[in-house]
């Protein structure tokens, strides 16, 4: 089911893994980067909520190191997206144009241009993934891989925008390598490996108020387990580059964005209730940081995008009887990202670290989804291989030609 290029990049990785590891081991100690991906990370949202201090751990990295706008691709969604950037080419080149492609639910096999992770694990890097999107089954790394949204199980069977639990994964591998899933399932529990999956119009009718805490509540049951997962990993297994995603912001704004009642959509009981809904994740998610920051030294990167971001149905989506519908599902939808034009909904990236510019703005689309996996080789000394189509954001370091010239 792989396709012949990239199993045969795989099992050249999985041969060259053990010797460029004791090779490397020798040498100085590489760069220690952890990326946080946060789904839909809307930029609108969070600034008022920086503005009240309500995010004060997203507020130190500002101050500290570089952000602004990530340009996204078209139409973007999680699985196109991430893996344009896992791949920095193209969602044709790669494959993974959506959640379904050619009625199959996206997954790993489909990836035909080799993702950023493998290069590294190739380099000798050590590398420790969790609850990305898109990487179910999961791939054969020099560390650990635990797959995120797409991830199939018990009552989620295609995989899509449900939340299995790891006892219940099935159709593949959730965990590598297989050997860590059992400890996982006594340490940290068997969590949910995805965020919840969004209640119908159908459910909702009369029992919108009970719906929406019932479905928070779940939601913030998932993120507890995904804090206790980060730390225990970081912990526990600390990799040279890791990798942690979170998708239930996201989700919660499909349905429960703070709109008014001119907005597309609005449904008084729904919208009425629970206002602060949307931005309460964010807030929630700023104490998640403050967790991941705890592993965080002056020698660390750290690195957050969002691969898209989140805006309220506008005019030309009233008259479109799929607008109100998003992933192919039945929830009533105010809000979403599958813009055919990508620069309206653009994410967000944060990255602080050493030899990273202070206090800098990244003004307009400069920086885009393409930019992030050639930036992570720039970081690790590794020549950005020809069919990366994302360039180095060499504007966000003190000195770049000196980055470069550290790899020789
Ligand atoms: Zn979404």
């Known amino acids: 089911m792989i396709p012949r290029k990239l199993s045969l990049l795989l099992s050249v990785f999985l041969l060259a893994v053990p010797a460029f590891a004791q090779q490397q081991n020798a040498s100085k100690p590489k760069p220690r980067v952890i990326v946080v991906g946060v789904n839909g990370m809307e930029l609108d949202i969070i600034r008022p909520l ?26 973007p969604n999680c699985p196109r997206v991430y893996s ?18 050619g ?33 179910f089954p999961v791939m054969p790394v020099n560390g650990y891989m635990i797959s995120g949204m797409l991830t199939r199980g018990k009552n989620c069977e295609d995989g899509v925008l449900c939340a299995p639990k790891l006892s219940e994964v099935m159709g593949g591998d959730a965990v590598y ?9 006594k340490n940290v529990g068997d969590f949910y490996i995805d965020c919840e999956r969004m209640p119908g119009a159908g459910d909702l009718k009369g029992h919108e108020a009970e719906f929406i805490d019932k479905w928070l509540g ?3 049951v998932i993120r507890d387990q995904q804090t206790k997962l980060f730390d225990y990993l970081l912990t526990t297994h600390p990799t040279e580059f890791t990798f942690l995603a979170q998708s239930c912001e996201d989700r919660t704004g499909h349905w429960l964005y703070p709109i008014t009642p001119f907005n597309a959509g609005y449904n008084a009981s729904i919208n009425n209730f629970r206002q602060n809904a949307f931005p309460d994740q964010y807030v929630a998610f700023d104490k998640v940081l403050g ?3 705890k592993h965080v030294d002056e020698n660390t990167y750290l690195i957050i995008f969002s691969d898209h971001g989140i805006k309220p149905l506008r005019e030309f989506e009233e008259k479109d009887p799929h607008a109100h519908m998003d992933h192919e599902k039945t929830t009533p939808v105010i809000a979403k990202h599958d813009f055919a034009d990508g620069d309206d909904v653009p994410g967000s990236f ?38 990366m189509r994302g360039r180095i954001l060499t504007e966000i370091f003190e000195n770049a030609d000196n980055k470069v010239a550290a790899k020789q």
Do not use: C
């Open 350 to 387: 944060f990255a602080m670290g050493p030899g990273i510019k202070h206090d800098l703005r990244l003004m307009g689309l400069g920086a885009s989804v393409y930019d992030v996996a050639p930036t992570l080789l720039h970081i690790y000394g590794i020549e950005q291989p020809k069919q």
């Open 218 to 220: 779940k939601v913030q």
């Open 103 to 135: 009625g199959i639910t996206a997954n790993t096999n489909m990836l035909k241009e080799e993702p950023v992770w493998s290069m590294l694990s190739k380099s000798g890097i050590t590398v420790g993934m969790a609850n990305v999107p898109a990487t």
């Open 177 to 185: 390598p297989k050997s860590l899933q059992p400890e996982l399932l």
């Open 50 to 75: 920086l503005l009240k201090g309500l995010m004060p751990n997203l507020s130190s990295v500002i101050d500290k190191g570089a952000y602004g706008k990530l340009r996204t691709v078209s139409a």
């Open 291 to 293: 967790s991941i920051l």
């Open 84 to 101: 344009t950037l896992f791949t920095s080419t193209n969602p044709e080149e790669h494959g993974v144009t959506g959640f379904i492609v």
